[in-house]
């Protein structure tokens, strides 16, 4: 069976799903902090330690939960399932994915998130992605958080579209850094959208984006605030942008519905240029590089528009002695049809090379050749 195309589609998570930080949503006032305050000094800790701003604020969580509560899996999946979701989040994925089934696209969705793995893992729409790459911990045999696992930031966040691009998912896996074909990715860059909403997701828009994929920045409807997505739009990190509004019918579901509709036709095109390419590839690998390069300099010779551009491949061609008939024959097609190697025929290193061509080879054209070249005009 035919293997349909792959559509990914990636989301930042807070203000792109959700429309707040999720540990804003309950975490961060279970340690007795205003959210602005916890955020405020989380920050200062970074600047005024060269840390990163993720590890600053994974360090709050953690010290700052001691003597409130179990810094656990179990109690970041707890605090993740109290975590707010935009209008139609939990239907979204299952409408994208049928309408996809029916034009013929496979699609699949993946986390790339600054946030926190285990709070997105603790959410009522987890199950709907095929990975979720996010800042993690790693937990002791009792399940307490005890180090940073993975630190996901905005500069970082770019390795996982090349996962995605080469179906090298782990995160471990080194097979990341291997070549591949242009054929050969699972799921090439314009074969994915990026869903996000700030800065810290325009590296990966931007990557997507110069590499014929779709950037997607989203606002929240309520608010109503677009000054980010119209930055990003002057920027070029964006081609559009709507409400985080993921209902049925809305603008944004339209918008990746017309992805996927393209994203079906476009495919098919892509096949027919890499079935050239391999059919070019079968056709040509047995033959020598002498041929390689003798078939190229013919061709430049047929599209030659300029008397000194013919004088300097008729110079490489007369390095090479021994010519099949075929490739006589087109020399000699050449040299009656291009009009800028017809008018300098009886020059003489164009005539020297001409006289030897024709030797020996029997044709109307070749004759005519040899007449030309023995005319007194």
């Known amino acids: 069976m035919k293997k349909r195309p792959i559509l990914a589609i990636c989301y930042d998570f807070d ?34 330690n060269d840390m990163d701003q993720n590890l600053a604020y994974m360090y709050m969580m953690a010290s700052n939960a001691r003597g409130k509560l179990l810094f656990t899996k179990d109690t970041l999946y707890e605090q ?17 994915n049928e309408y996809g089934k029916n034009k013929g696209v496979c699609v699949e969705h993946y986390i790339i998130s600054s ?17 979720i790459y996010a ?39 080194q097979g990341v850094n291997s070549y591949f074909q242009p054929n050969q990715y ?48 002057e920027e070029n990190r964006i081609k559009y942008y709507e409400p985080a509004d ?7 579901e339209k918008l990746v519905q017309m992805i996927i509709d393209r994203t079906a036709s476009n495919e098919l095109l892509e096949e027919v240029h890499f079935n050239c390419i391999s ?27 300029s008397f000194a551009n013919t004088h300097d491949i008729i110079e490489q061609l007369s390095e090479y002695k021994n010519w099949t008939d075929e490739q006589k024959n087109r020399l000699v097609t050449i040299a009656l049809e291009n009009n800028q190697v017809t008018y300098i025929l009886k020059d003489r290193d164009v005539k020297s090379f001409y006289k030897s061509i024709c030797q020996n080879l029997d044709s109307d054209e070749s004759s005519e050749i040899i007449e030309i070249l023995n005319s007194k005009k």
Not at 135 to 162: H, I, M
Request: hydrophobic share 30%.
């Open 186 to 233: 699972r799921v090439p860059f314009r074969n994915m959208i990026y869903i996000g909403d700030s800065d810290t997701d325009i590296p990966c828009m931007k990557l997507v984006n110069v590499n014929g994929g779709h950037s997607i920045g989203v606002y929240n409807s309520k608010t109503k605030d677009k000054s980010k997505v119209f930055r990003m739009l």
């Open 135 to 173: 800042s993690s911990f790693y937990f002791d045999k009792d399940g307490v958080a005890v180090w940073p696992a993975q630190v996901v930031n905005y500069t970082n966040k770019t390795q996982f579209l090349f996962r995605i691009e080469k179906g090298v998912l782990d995160i471990n896996d």
């Open 246 to 252: 993921y209902k049925k019918g809305s603008e944004l």
């Open 115 to 131: 946030g926190l793995k285990e709070m997105i893992e603790g959410t009522e729409v987890a199950d709907k992605f095929k990975k």
């Open 80 to 96: 993740g399932s109290n975590v707010k979701l935009f209008p139609g989040v939990k239907t979204w994925f299952d409408r994208i």
């Open 279 to 305: 059919e070019k590839n079968e056709e040509t690998k047995q033959q020598s590089e002498e041929t390689i390069q003798k078939t190229k300099l013919i061709n430049n010779l047929e599209d030659s528009m």
């Open 15 to 48: 203000k792109t799903l959700s429309p707040d930080d999720m540990q804003a949503q309950g975490y961060i006032q279970s340690i007795d902090y205003e959210v602005s305050e916890f955020w405020k000094e989380s920050n200062e800790l970074a600047k005024n």
